[in-house]
């Protein structure tokens, strides 16, 4: 290894310096103006956009890229982030950026196909089961495989009914009607 990789300029460090603070106000700058949405669970397109940031920030501090190209660069992205956002109130585009809830089990019943789809095994199901505080799987009403990858374990209250719009867009919401 070439020694003089070692070392370094102090105005070297002072622009590393520089640069991190400017990136990082940056990014609570704009994680303000987008709102919590950037920083909440994360569907794929949040998943590429938070990818993007991390990887603007390590290039700009590593003085490969200028200041004002990061920051332009963060601007892009976050408004990339908010525009996703509001394309996702539109239920034709909002399905195109983000995977629909899927219905993994119906009352009791696993449904074994729907949880291949998902690539969610049962011993992972049991988990999110014992998590959600469930003793008795006939206490299960519904397991709600979410956009973001969560997992909604709703639970049987008595004689409580489900609203039925607590179903609305999850796929294969008709097996639990009929259960």
């Known amino acids: 290894m070439e020694l003089a990789r ?9 622009l590393v310096l520089v640069s991190t603070v400017v ?5 609570v700058g ?22 993007a940031i991390g990887s603007t920030i390590a290039t700009v501090a590593n003085l490969g890229t200028p200041l004002a190209h990061g920051v332009i660069t ?7 982030q908010v525009g996703a956002a509001i394309l996702r109130r539109r239920r034709n585009i ?7 809830p899927l219905l993994l089990m119906a009352g009791p019943e696993l449904l074994v196909d729907n949880l291949r789809q998902a690539r969610v095994t ?6 999110k089961l014992r998590q959600a505080g469930v003793v008795r799987r006939d206490d299960v009403l519904a397991v709600v495989l979410e956009t973001t990858g969560d997992v909604s374990v709703l639970q ?11 179903l609305s867009g999850v796929r294969a ?7």
Do not use: C
Not at 41 to 46: A, G
Not at 173 to 179: F, G, K, P, Q, V
């Open 156 to 166: 049987r209250r008595g004689d409580a009914q489900l609203d039925p719009q607590l």
């Open 122 to 127: 049962e011993v992972e199901l049991w988990s």
């Open 23 to 27: 990136i990082y106000l940056t990014v």
């Open 74 to 80: 963060l601007a892009v992205l976050y408004i990339a």
């Open 94 to 100: 909002g399905s195109a950026l983000d995977n629909d």
């Open 6 to 14: 070692l070392f370094t300029s102090w105005s070297s460090v002072g």
């Open 30 to 51: 704009y994680t303000r103006v987008a709102g919590p949405r950037s920083l909440a669970t994360m569907s794929s397109f949040d998943v590429a956009a938070t990818v």
């Open 173 to 179: 919401a008709e097996r639990l009607r009929s259960t």
